[in-house]
């Protein structure tokens, strides 16, 4: 079934049609009548309307792929005071000061200060060095740490035109004291945080040099944390959000690194003096020249699982009670997150399997206490219990090439008081890509390629303890900097190679549902041209009976999707044997292999390897054949929540089939129905070409709003949103 039906039928019954291109347009013509098509002739497609703020998701991803950049020279320039530094008229505030500034990504610059707070507390670090055991050693470690940042949006989109913001040490402005004067007067889009950490961690490490020029070394740990952390956000004139969280997590980990030995200051033929100055500068220089000129390769594997709480108030800024109010609650100083612990005394009662009702009842109260002293009714209150586990791998050659892979694994339950204490479980696996390149001592990375890849499997419980069937989510960010424009493009494609399989069931490709790659980076007829930064956000949503058709799909189905989408690898030989698969009555799929092999005979340059080609045929029917087994799996699966971690599992490659995030996508959305399929694509370019626009748009594809594309998506975004750790630039 395919798009056509989805724009019919909106035809039909009159539902405002935002998108139709020419090949949806002439997939309808023969069952509407030409007085009605010609009143959607010139609509274009994909649908295309003006960008916004993807999710908190991507911004993340956008202040990754930015970070240690060869931006600008301007935006190297940060300002720091030791230790000993002094804030005038700021109590609580001591230690170390920094300011720098960070592109937003619509370009726009951020001023950032951040400002260490004194805390009461003060716990110290034991290194124990084992007897006997050379290279071994104990580390126990207390801190409690706090922080205050302001994060202040700027007119400019240029670094160099505010260094002048930059060195006004006057304008210095911190999160304390919170007084209701200093809260209303904060401009829209500043951001304050009091972010509170108490780590408590026990770790060992063992290391020996191997030839004087490399060090070798494994570790382990556990580390507890409790951060409790309060943000203010000025929406606009008339809103202000306050969030206040806390967060118990921890972490186990394992890990071992080589890397060459560091070479000394004295070797470096730095500064030669011999005051505080010079030696300042020189250890830092020197550490930032050790740190690209070395060469690292380093894996580690970690275990996490914690809780947190949140509660959220919307507040207005020019009402003298509300801040009055607010104020009191904060009591100008950090004592706001001591009792903001104090909310979490019924936390530990707060758990994975907790019935729907009892965590209901858990956020309640949390909430009643926050309310009595922010004098308010909470616009959010929420908990999230998770879990999961991530590997990382790191590898770097001086100079030239970095590059850091990791892949990770976790569950959420999330729980608020919204639609009765509905529970939101998300089942989610992650792959993430950074790679830097021409990595430059001081001023950072010339070129730069981030991918993420991330697919959700949801699901949600009611108050009377039902839950709904699997939906399922793909969220995919790449983004580069200062590449050509084939990369460019490739990165377009990445969608492209999705959507054109939508609802195909094994026959071919849909090349007008896809995005105008060509049009947006154009080529030059064999010359390359480098852009300086390009970022895409690929979001799409398989309803729950939309994953019902991929689980209950025939296995022939399945099959044939399977070598459709295998076309795109070795085209010359499938052509030649597709009608030659066939599946047997134990659920394998098997060939003709006789005449397979009268028909590809010897080798053949369309497979790169010197395979051949009788065992690509070989091996396209045991792939098809695990895929094929590995979807019966989750069809199999004993209940709501075992079919949904065995199908986040698939999704993400752990299949012998090898297929993972956008390959296992392409083969199965060949069998969903494009009415339970919705897709969107933001793209972003700051190409700095010469005759060439640059874009900033959301394209739509397969959405006829009917499986609450943006009611699902938004849910799970807003979830994460509230309740992840806060990067530099969002709260």
Known sequence: MKRSICAAAAVLFGVNVSYAGTGALESLRGSVPPSVLEQYKDIKAPAVSTGAPVSSDFDRFWEKLKDGTVDSVCKAAQLKLNENAKLVNVAGIGGGFGRYMQRFPNEKIALVDEVDVKLSATLGNDILQIPNVPGLGVNISAQLEGKSQVVRPLESDRYCKELGTLVKLYEIKTAIPSTAKRVSAMKTGEIWKLPLTLHLGFGASIGTAINEMLNVSISAGETKERRPSVTLYRMDDDHLRLRVRLDRITVQSLGASASSVQIPMSDLGLWDADNILANFVNKTWANAINRYIATQLSLGYSRNFGKKLLVEFVLNPKNPGQMEILEKFFLGDFSILKRFVDLGLHFNNFAENDETANGLGDITDAANQASQGVGSKPGFAGSDIYHGHSTNLHMQVPLLHAQDVSWSTSYNRYQSLEKQGETLHVQQRTRYSDGRSVNLPVLGSERKYNSQKTVYVVNKESADGKATRPAMMYQQNEGFVRHSDDTARDMLEKANGVLRYVGMNGNGTNESEVLPSAEIFPGTGGTFKYYKTGVMNFKLLISEQGVQDIIMAP????????????????????????????????????????????????????????????????????????????????????????????????????????????????????????????AEVFVHTDKKVKGEADVTQNYKFFNCRDNSFDANIAEVNQMQARFADPSTLTD
């Open 555 to 678: 296995a022939q189905a399945i099959m044939k999707a399977y070598i459709n989408m295998m076309r795109e690898f070795v085209p010359g030989i499938i052509d030649k044997v597709t009608d030659l698969f066939y599946v047997n009555k134990d659920g394998k799929v098997g060939y003709d292999s006789r005449e397979a092999a009268k028909r590809v005979g010897g080798t053949s340059a369309d497979y790169e390897n010197p395979v051949k080609p009788v065992d690509v045929v070989k091996q396209l029917a045991l792939g098809a054949t695990e895929f094929i087994q590995q979807l019966a799996s989750v069809r199999n699966a004993g209940g709501w929540k075992e079919q949904s971690e065995n199908l986040a599992k698939v999704a993400a490659g752990s299949s012998r089939s090898g297929l993972s995030y956008e390959d296992f996508l392409k083969v199965v959305v060949q069998v969903t129905d494009p009415l339970h399929v919705s």
